[in-house]
């Protein structure tokens, strides 16, 4: 990492465009991946990704670039080309006092995932495999799958934000495939959290297996559903993605601030039943969707989105805040440095009800 007066050189040379705002984000990150069908490795990989995103505002205008050269020279030279993209020449050198925030850490790590061996890793899948594969005589196929990612963050931006993340996500995938007369169902389940190996000490991998075979073995000898309009009772995990794709997406400023969303200009307004309570909370600690900051630097919270079917807020990023003259929400994620940050959910979910 470069020290902080480099950074502020980097800013500064973004800002000499005539830029309003400026930021820096590096990202390294190492992957790791293993696939396994009916009990035996069919492939493994590991990746390192390292690079960083540099963006500037003028306006509500953004321009990013970014770079897998992280030395001073490097993003002094995509600072340059940002500079130039702007197109204004001006004598700007502000003196940038970067002040780290301090922040609870939600997602302690017990177990790096990099510190486990690979044939640890594989007997986990086994145990996975066995499990599915000896729930019943109808399972025909096994496949799984293991994942974990490494992801160090470091932002840094003219309004003095420094801030670092540490993320750590590890997931185990089993699919389950039930075979009757020719007929084909799927099972699927898959674990994971915002946690190292020691997600292992909690998920019962053989348990995980038997829970994927139970989905498809149950599938393969369930009657079709009656067609018609009925009542629907939506359970939990799937359930939320239901609401993820049908309401979240259009809770986010990428989408509101462009006036995309059905939800657009309704703040206060009802928009649900009395019964929905809707939130988005990348703070609950080992959550998947959780960090102690966002991809901005913004610190986390938990957003209230809907209250007893009442607007009350969004998922709002720093640009998308720009265009609403709203208030980032800590809501902000880049698939990685080599993409410009989003409004984005974390851990969205309906609030429990009275019944």
């Known amino acids: 990492m470069l020290s902080d007066e480099a950074y502020s050189k980097i800013i500064n040379r973004i800002l000499s465009g005539g830029a309003d705002f400026a930021e820096v984000f590096v990202e390294e990150r190492y992957t790791n991946n293993i696939s396994m069908i009916q009990g035996e490795i069919e492939d ?57 925030g301090e922040h609870k850490d939600i997602c302690p790590i ?71 007369n020719g007929d084909k169902e799927v099972g699927f389940y898959g674990p994971g959290a915002a946690q190292g190996f020691e997600l292992f000490n909690r998920i019962d991998p053989r348990a995980a297996g038997e829970r994927a075979a139970r989905i498809a073995d149950r599938m393969i000898r369930a009657e079709y559903a009656p067609a018609g309009k009925m009542p629907v009772i939506i359970s939990n995990e799937f359930g939320g993605v239901i609401f993820h794709e049908a309401c979240g997406h259009a ?14 200009g309704k703040l206060g307004e009802k928009v649900a039943g009395e019964c929905v309570s809707a939130v988005d909370d990348p703070t609950i600690p080992n959550a998947w969707g959780s ?29 998308g805040g ?21 409004s984005r959910m974390s851990n969205t979910f309906i609030l429990p009800g009275d019944h």
């Open 44 to 100: 493994s990989s590991s990746g390192k990704l390292l690079g960083a995103g540099l963006r500037a505002f003028k306006g509500n205008r953004s321009i990013y670039a970014y770079t897998n050269d992280v030395s001073f020279e490097g993003l002094m030279d995509v600072a340059g080309r940002l500079k130039a993209v702007v197109g204004q020449e001006i004598d700007r050198d502000l003196a940038l006092d970067f002040r780290a």
């Open 110 to 180: 017990l177990l790096m995932p990099n510190s486990v061996s690979k044939k640890d890793k594989a007997a986990v899948m086994r145990l996975a495999h066995e499990g599915a594969s000896g729930f019943s005589g109808r399972i025909s196929q096994v496949v799984v799958n293991y994942f974990d990612y490494s992801q160090n963050v470091w932002i840094y931006n003219s309004e003095g934000v420094k801030a670092s993340d540490s993320r750590v996500r590890t997931r185990l995938m089993v699919s389950a495939v039930a075979s009757v």
């Open 251 to 264: 809770l986010e400023a990428t989408s509101v601030a462009k006036g995309a969303s059905v939800f657009a």
């Open 291 to 319: 960090a102690n900051v966002d991809d901005e630097g913004t610190p986390t919270r938990r957003n209230l989105l809907i209250e007893k079917g009442i607007l009350k807020s969004y998922m709002i990023d720093r640009l």
């Open 322 to 342: 720009l265009k609403m003259k709203m208030e980032p929400t800590g809501s902000s994620r880049r698939q990685n440095y080599t993409f410009a940050p989003t």
